[in-house]
């Protein structure tokens, strides 16, 4: 049976926001198998912030999508068809870095096969468990260290990431202050996630409200946006405070150099541990991560929130409900049913 298959191709690097001709959806037929190659149908894509990244040819931590080339993406797929020891067809995998296609055909090696955990969705496999949980475990166990009593304050706080951040710190039994840019964002995050207090930064005075909720100053900023807030939240660190930097969303879109952060000394006056990280440098506490996200997730614990789009062709115009803060949890663009 040949397959038509559908991709998004990279024509040029976006100026600001991604905008129309930036990329191209085309058509043409699925190559056959080599030894060792597997077909996979791409169930749900991921839409993260780094597609951005990756999109530009900025200074960045791997090398950007070359210009005519399909746009990377991780995702979930079914095998169609395999050549590979180990998959078979009707086996749900993640595809790792793969692309932004219906189909693609990719070493076996190179995707892995999930678990079933029952009663637990395969959007979960983007979100708790998948790459955005592990970057919300292993940014705040590792680099945060959370000690039961101390304040955390998240930014991006009801998105994928961020969401979880807040829920693992209460787990660790601090205190826990969410910033966000909707009420209804802030509603979910003391309501729903048992955030002890949230923020919303697009209505209130974000140092004002820092002050209110954290009297005790800040132990660990999990930092997810950068710029004014970022600030904000430095200036109320404690001394010896952690601070995992995770990213820097405001300036995604940037065409201009970022200036700030203002208030940087305070992390010399303060004796602050500031550490930069990609979520693949803690691959070797994945499987305790998964264990630990996917136990809580069971027990109830984790509450998580995911925002679907329908359609690979939808994709482009749905990264930029990441930079508008449409989305609520984690994103990801539904391509085709699973079996
Ligand atoms: P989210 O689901 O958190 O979506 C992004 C959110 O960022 C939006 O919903 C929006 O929420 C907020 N936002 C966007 N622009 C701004 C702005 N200018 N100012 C303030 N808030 C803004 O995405 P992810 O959870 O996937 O990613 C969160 C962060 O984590 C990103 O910076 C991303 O790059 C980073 N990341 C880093 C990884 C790593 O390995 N280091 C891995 C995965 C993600 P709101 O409505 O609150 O404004």
Not at 144 to 173: C, F, H, L, N, R
Request: glycine share 12%; hydrophobic share 40%.
């Amino acid at each position: 049976m040949e397959r038509i298959n559908k991709t998004w191709i990279l024509r040029r690097r976006p100026e600001g926001e991604v905008s129309d001709g930036d990329l191209e959806l085309v058509e043409g037929p699925v190559r056959a198998l080599e030894e060792g190659e597997v077909c996979l149908r791409t169930l749900y894509l991921s839409l993260d912030p780094t597609n951005r990244i990756w999109m530009s040819d900025r200074e960045q931590y791997m090398p950007p999508v070359a210009i005519g080339d399909p746009m990377r993406g991780g995702g979930i797929a079914v095998v169609e068809e395999s050549r590979f020891d180990g998959l078979e067809p009707g086996d749900i995998v993640n595809t790792g870095l793969g692309q932004w296609s219906l189909y693609q055909v990719k070493p076996g090696k190179e995707v892995n096969k999930l678990p079933v955990l029952p009663g637990v969705p395969l959007t979960a496999y983007m979100g708790p468990i998948g790459m955005t949980g592990m970057t919300a475990y292993c940014g705040l166990m590792y680099i945060g260290q959370p000690k039961p009593g101390e304040t955390v304050v998240v930014s991006a706080a009801a998105g994928a990431v961020g969401s979880m951040v807040g829920q693992i710190a209460k787990i660790q039994g601090c205190r826990v202050v969410g910033i966000a840019g909707s009420d209804e964002k802030c509603e979910w995050l003391t309501k729903t996630a048992g955030f002890d207090a949230a923020i919303n930064y697009k209505k209130e005075d974000v140092g004002a409200a820092l002050d209110k909720h954290c009297p005790d100053g800040i132990d660990i900023n999990f930092e997810n946006v950068g710029g004014e807030i970022m600030d904000e939240v430095i200036l109320r660190l404690n001394d010896f405070a952690r601070m995992p930097l995770c990213g820097l969303i405001s300036s995604y879109n940037a065409t201009e150099p970022v200036p700030g952060p203002y208030n940087f000394s305070m992390l010399l006056m303060r004796h602050v541990t500031l550490k930069g990280f990609i979520v693949t440098d803690f691959m070797e506490h994945f499987a305790e991560g998964r264990q630990a996200m996917a136990s809580w997730l069971l027990e109830g614990k984790l509450k998580f929130a995911t925002d679907v789009v329908e359609g690979l062709e939808n994709a482009p115009t749905s990264l930029e409900r990441l930079f508008t803060g449409k989305n609520l949890g984690k994103l990801v663009v539904k391509v085709s049913d699973a079996p």
